[in-house]
């Protein structure tokens, strides 16, 4: 009996040592993959985008280093695509944006008309050339932006798509699309497990987007699949799409035990 006790007790030392190298180990995925200043490097195809009428260059931007005039037309078009959505929410939810937007750990991708003079320079140095939603006439503009970061859910490094935002201009053109296989070719390269992002429910079109389009689904940590009762009063669905199996386990699969 004192035998088994002690092997109970190795066991469990064993174990821990085992869960605290694993935390170790995902800690440092994130840690990699969030101090890459540009991701778009590694894919250089992804850096230009010319169809269905639109043709735009992607840069990369850091939460930290925004210039006031690009902050000012991330909040205004946030405004301008968000507020009707959240309804009464957004006075409470727009000032959570703003504090996420300029968050160290937020990683940009900006989308700007393409013009025949392109330039290599962080998208946070040229704010002289930022205009903002309903402004025409310049080419050289931005037209949306995607804010991702790295972070683990449910012990599984992940890419988290907090803001994934396009102009009128530059919606129906396949952009959007292109834009969520470029996060899902980032994260495959940096080693998550899978891409995750919140969805409004009165969003029926972004809804559809991700899962009829892109094939994401509602992951067990969202509200609905946790316990619906609590579902039903939320206003949002987590989605998510994995790459392996055990993320499948840890933010899929769960979902099927109520039936």
């Given at each position: ?22 935390k170790k180990a995902i800690d440092e995925i994130i840690k990699k993959a969030s101090s890459v200043k540009d991701h778009l490097v590694s894919f250089p195809p992804f850096c230009h985008y010319e169809r269905n009428g639109i043709s735009v260059c992607l840069e990369s931007g850091l939460g930290d280093q925004l210039a006031s005039p690009v ?189």
């Open positions: 009996m004192e035998a088994k006790r002690l092997l109970s007790g190795k066991e469990k030392k064993i174990k821990r040592k085992e869960v605290l190298e694993k902050k000012k037309y991330i909040q205004n078009l946030l405004k301008v695509n968000m507020e009707g959505l959240y309804g009464p929410e957004w006075q409470m939810e727009e000032k959570v944006k703003r504090r996420e937007m300029v968050s160290p750990e937020a990683h940009y991708i900006f989308v700007r008309q393409f013009t025949n003079t392109t330039s290599n320079e962080n998208f946070s140095t040229k704010s002289e050339e930022t205009t903002y939603p309903g402004q025409t006439g310049d080419r050289n503009r931005l037209v949306g932006f995607v804010h991702y970061r790295f972070i683990v859910e449910e012990d599984i490094p992940v890419v988290y798509v907090y803001e994934l935002q396009l102009e009128t201009c530059a919606q129906r053109k396949g952009l959007g699309k292109f834009l969520m296989q470029l996060i899902e070719l980032i994260a495959r390269k940096n080693h998550m497990g899978a891409v995750m992002l919140t969805v409004q429910k009165a969003n029926v079109l972004a809804m559809n987007f991700y899962a009829t389009k892109l094939r994401y689904i509602i992951s067990n940590i969202s509200p609905s699949r946790v316990d619906p009762l609590i579902g039903a009063e939320k206003s949002y669905e987590i989605l998510c799409k994995t790459f392996d199996s055990e993320a499948k386990a840890k933010l899929e699969e769960k979902q099927q035990d109520g039936g």
